[in-house]
């Protein structure tokens, strides 16, 4: 299993952002329909900045603090069977 340093990122990929979330990638995609995330398309592949990610915990959860210091530690054990950039095997 490889695992990714993540500690200086401020954009993650759909997979990850789902796992800081911890929602599946099918609602994350949802949410982003709905507008409710806003992903970066510079690339070919859309990006969620750490900004949106926590501006929407921020929103919608009930004072349930989540830092990303704490997405760091449990970042590699959540990403079950996926690479560095976000695939799914």
């Known amino acids: 299993m490889q695992i990714c340093d993540l500690s200086n990122r401020l ?3 759909r997979v990850e952002a789902a796992s800081f979330l911890g929602l599946s ?3 994350l995609d949802r949410l ?3 507008g409710m995330l806003r992903p970066s398309r510079a690339t070919r ?3 969620y900045t750490l900004t949106d990610l926590e501006r929407f915990l921020s929103e ?3 004072g349930v603090p989540v830092s990303h210091r704490d997405f760091l530690a449990v970042s590699a054990a959540a990403r079950k069977g996926g690479d560095c ?3 799914d095997h």
């Open 11 to 13: 954009a993650f990929t």
């Open 25 to 27: 990638p099918a609602t």
């Open 32 to 34: 982003t329909k709905r």
């Open 45 to 47: 592949r859309p990006l």
């Open 60 to 62: 919608t959860s009930a």
């Open 85 to 87: 950039n976000g695939e």
